[in-house]
């Protein structure tokens, strides 16, 4: 399965933005992961595969929104009141069965992994 992130932009501080992920194929569990410059890689969200069993980090919790159409092959992040905290590169990963919610704020419980998106916030 090869991913395709596209979305990310600049934008100001409480300003929004959606990201979209698409699949080649069949994904069970999917997530969102981005990581900030000298950071490492962070769970920011994750979905099972009919749109339920919904997780979100503390940080995103209320202000993103974590969705799938797959009809599509597509996932979305609504991403709502931003900060620039929220800066950095946004992944998206799939696996390729389902995952426990426990493991999904895990990277390696994905299998495949998009190319990633760039996500600015300016104050």
């Known amino acids: 399965v090869q991913l395709q992130a596209c979305g990310g932009g600049l934008v100001q501080a409480g300003g929004s933005l959606r990201l979209s992920c698409a699949a080649s194929?069949?994904?069970?569990?999917m997530g969102w992961f981005r990581q900030a410059p000298g950071k490492e890689r962070e769970f920011v969200t994750s979905i099972g595969y009919n749109g339920g069993s919904t997780f979100y980090a503390d940080s995103v919790k209320g202000r993103f929104t974590i969705s799938r159409d797959n009809a599509k092959n597509t996932m979305y992040l609504q991403m709502n009141s931003l900060k620039p905290a929220d800066t950095a590169v946004y992944y998206c990963?799939?696996?390729?069965?389902?995952?426990?919610?426990?493991?999904?704020?895990?990277?390696?419980?994905?299998?495949?992994w998009g190319q990633g998106t760039q996500v600015t916030v300016s104050s």
């Open positions: 194929g069949r994904a069970f569990s």
């Open positions: 990963a799939a696996a390729g069965r389902i995952i426990l919610t426990k493991s999904a704020t895990s990277a390696t419980s994905y299998d495949y």
